[in-house]
T-cell receptor, first 114, second 113 residues
Framework: GAGVSQSPRYKVAKRGQDVALRCDPI?????LFWYQQALGQGPEFLTY????????KSGLPSDRFFAERPEGSVSTLKIQRTQQEDSAVYLC????????????FGPGTRLTVL | ELKVEQNPLFLSMQEGKNYTIYCNYS?????LYWYRQDPGKSLESLFV???NGAVKQEGRLMASLDTKARLSTLHITAAVHDLSATYFC?????????????WGAGTKLIIKP
């Protein structure tokens, strides 16, 4: 079956531009997570959805970051007025029911802000 | 604050050798995950260790968990080139509405022929 997919795989943005990153979770998975992974580091939690409800957004680094999952399936992570420090790989993961189930990861979107 | 520390962070070894990667964490979590990441690829789940004394094996990889020592190990037996990757451990920490995964920095493993 299909895994988690993310698009685009690579995104180059000029500083100050807005970007939108898409995640298609595994069909039927209730939980969806966004992570930020800097080069040579482990992923860092950004936000968590259970169906369409965003239950935890404590990891979002600033109010320029916004995530939504309006129909409880596809999710979009939006970054407004991108800064150079936003450059990273953004990973999406989904799990069947809740957060303690194994998380299945997408390939990530590598964002480079010039 | 929960901290997860892996060592070594980088390991270069010869095929056929054995080695162990260590993962220490700072809280009383009873669940630990090991993931593998190849360059430019997804994180792939390897093991979920659910209780003290848990041991799981898949091929040349064996993972164990000691919750009293707050330590997990990933042992590689008779390494082969295909095992070259970065290995992450992660521990879950309860948050308001869920559990959050807290990750180690990863161990980059290079296996030379």
């Amino acid at each position: 079956g299909a895994g988690v997919s993310q698009s685009p795989r690579y995104k180059v943005a000029k500083r100050g531009q807005d970007v939108a990153l898409r995640c298609d979770p595994i069909s039927g998975h209730v939980s969806l997570f966004w992570y930020q992974q800097a080069l040579g580091q482990g992923p860092e939690f950004l936000t968590y959805f259970q169906n369409e409800a965003q239950l935890d957004k404590s990891g979002l680094p600033s109010d320029r970051f916004f995530a939504e999952r309006p129909e409880g399936s596809v999710s979009t992570l939006k970054i407004q007025r991108t800064q150079q420090e936003d450059s990273a790989v953004y990973l999406c993961a989904s799990s069947l029911v809740w957060g303690r189930d194994t998380q299945y990861f997408g390939p990530g979107t590598r964002l480079t802000v010039l | 604050e929960l901290k997860v520390e892996q060592n070594p962070l980088f390991l270069s070894m010869q095929e056929g050798k054995n080695y162990t990667i260590y993962c220490n964490y700072s809280t009383t979590s009873d669940r630990l995950y090991w993931y593998r990441q190849d360059p430019g690829k997804s994180l792939e789940s390897l093991f979920v260790l659910l209780s003290n004394g848990a041991v799981k094996q898949e091929g040349r990889l064996m993972a164990s968990l000691d919750t009293k020592a707050r330590l997990s190990t990933l042992h590689i037996t008779a390494a082969v080139h295909d095992l070259s990757a970065t290995y992450f451990c992660a521990v879950d920490e309860p948050m308001d509405s869920n559990y959050q995964l807290i990750w180690g920095a990863g161990t980059k493993l290079i296996i030379k022929p």
